[in-house]
C-alpha cells in the first residue's frame, strides 16, 4: 500500500485523482450509478494529505458509490466494455470488498 501512496520527504501522497468538474459531468448529466478507479481514494493524493476528501464527499452525498482499487482497467477498452460491480450492501457499512468484472463488446 505504501508505495501506492507513493509519498515524498515530507510525506505528502502523490497519486491521481478525480476533479469535480468531471465527477459533476458523470453523475449529473450523464447519470452514472457508480465511479471506480485503480487508486487508493477517490481525491487525488496531494489532497487526501491534507485530509480533503471532498471528491468522495460529494460522490456519496448524491447517494452513490465508487469502487477503490480496481484492477487490470488497461485490459479494458476506453468505451463500450461494461462494468458489473456485485457486492454485499450492509446495513450503515463504510466498506468493503467487491468482485467486479467487464464484458467486453
Known amino acids: 500500500?505504501?508505495?501506492?501512496?507513493?509519498?515524498?520527504?515530507?510525506?505528502?501522497?502523490?497519486?491521481?485523482?478525480?476533479?469535480?468538474?468531471?465527477?459533476?459531468?458523470?453523475?449529473e448529466v450523464?447519470?452514472?450509478?457508480?465511479?471506480?478507479?485503480?487508486?487508493?481514494?477517490?481525491?487525488?493524493?496531494?489532497?487526501?494529505?491534507?485530509d480533503d476528501y471532498s471528491?468522495?464527499?460529494?460522490?456519496?452525498?448524491?447517494?452513490?458509490?465508487?469502487v477503490e482499487l480496481l484492477t487490470n482497467l488497461g485490459e479494458a477498452p476506453e468505451a463500450g466494455a461494461l462494468i458489473v460491480v456485485a457486492f454485499p450492501k450492509p446495513k450503515e457499512g463504510s466498506g468493503f470488498p467487491a468482485r467486479a468484472f467487464a464484458i467486453l463488446p
Do not use: C, F
Open 55 to 66: 471528491l468522495e464527499t460529494y460522490i456519496l452525498k448524491q447517494d452513490h458509490y465508487q
Open 30 to 50: 450523464r447519470h452514472i450509478t457508480a465511479s471506480g478507479h485503480e487508486t487508493t481514494d477517490t481525491d487525488p493524493g496531494i489532497a487526501t494529505s491534507k
Open 1 to 27: 500500500m505504501s508505495a501506492m501512496q507513493n509519498r515524498d520527504a515530507n510525506g505528502i501522497a502523490h497519486y491521481p485523482g478525480w476533479r469535480l468538474d468531471v465527477l459533476k459531468y458523470l453523475y
